[in-house]
C-alpha cells in the first residue's frame, strides 16, 4: 500500500521561503507523477503544480513565478519551494499521487499546515 | 485558464435521498474531469477520474458523467458517511477545481 509522509517548516515570516518534502513509501515512483495541492483555513482547493521522476513539471499559472517543484528520484521523494510567502499563502499543503495514465490525485499525504504571520 | 462551476454550493439531504451535484466547464475538457470527497480535517478522497471511471474500492452508489462542459456526480442513496464536501476537477489543461458543494445532513 502506497503511503505518502510530509514534512516541512510550518510557521514562516512574510517574504520568506516555504520548503515541504514529500517521501513515497510503496509502488512505482516511476510510474507516476506527483503533485503538490494547497487549502488555505476555510476554503476550497487549489493545484500548485506537478512533477515526474525524470524531473518534467508543470506549475499553476498564477504561482509559477515563485514555485519550484523538484525530485530526488533515488530516494522517493519530492519536494515543493515557493518564494516570497504572504498570509495569502497561509493554507494546508498536501501532496498526492497522480493515478497512472491520468492527472487525478489518487493517494494524498497527511497535509501539512503552513501559516505565514 | 479553465473555470470549473459547481452547483449547488450546498445542499441538505436525508439518508436515502439520490443526490446530484453538477460541475461546468467554461470550455470543453472532453472527459478529462474528477470528483474528490472531503471530510473536515482530512484529505480529500478520489471518487472518479476521467469522468466516469469508478476509482478502485469507492462504493458503487456513486457515478459519474458528461463530456465536453457539463459533468454530474450522483450519488443514488445518500449515505451517513456521504455527508462531506465534493469537488470537482480539470485535468484537461493544467487542474483546476470548482469551488465545491458541501452536502450536509436535512
Known amino acids: 500500500q502506497v503511503q505518502l509522509r510530509q514534512w516541512g517548516a510550518g510557521l514562516l515570516k512574510p517574504s520568506g521561503t516555504l520548503s515541504l518534502s514529500c517521501a513515497v513509501y510503496?509502488?512505482?515512483?516511476?510510474?507516476?507523477?506527483w503533485t503538490w495541492i494547497r487549502q488555505p483555513p476555510g476554503k476550497g482547493l487549489e493545484w500548485i503544480g506537478e512533477?515526474?521522476?525524470?524531473?518534467?513539471?508543470n506549475y499553476n499559472p498564477s504561482l509559477k513565478s515563485r514555485v519550484t517543484v523538484s525530485v530526488a528520484t533515488s530516494k522517493n521523494q519530492f519536494s515543493l519551494k515557493l518564494t516570497s510567502v504572504t498570509a495569502a499563502d497561509t493554507a494546508v499543503y498536501y501532496c498526492?499521487?497522480?493515478?497512472?495514465?491520468?492527472?487525478?490525485?489518487?493517494?494524498w499525504g497527511p497535509g501539512t499546515t503552513v501559516t505565514v504571520s | 485558464d479553465i473555470q470549473l462551476t459547481q452547483s449547488p454550493s450546498f445542499l441538505s439531504a436525508s439518508v436515502g435521498d439520490r443526490v446530484t451535484i453538477t460541475c461546468r466547464a467554461s470550455?470543453?475538457?472532453?472527459?478529462?474531469l474528477a470528483w474528490y470527497q472531503q471530510k473536515p480535517g482530512t484529505a480529500p478522497k478520489l471518487l472518479i477520474h476521467?469522468?466516469?471511471t469508478l476509482q478502485s474500492g469507492v462504493p458503487s452508489r456513486f457515478s459519474g458523467s458528461g463530456s465536453g462542459t457539463d459533468f454530474t456526480l450522483t450519488i443514488s442513496s445518500l449515505q451517513p458517511e456521504d455527508f462531506a464536501t465534493y469537488y470537482c476537477?480539470?485535468?484537461?489543461?493544467?487542474?483546476?477545481f470548482g469551488q465545491g458543494t458541501k452536502v450536509d445532513i436535512k
Open positions: 512533477i515526474n521522476h525524470a524531473g518534467s513539471s
Open positions: 476521467e469522468a466516469s
Open positions: 498526492a499521487r497522480n493515478v497512472r495514465d491520468s492527472y487525478a490525485m489518487d493517494v
Open positions: 510503496g509502488g512505482s515512483f516511476s510510474s507516476h507523477y
Open positions: 476537477q480539470q485535468l484537461n489543461y493544467y487542474r483546476t
Open positions: 470550455q470543453g475538457i472532453d472527459t478529462s
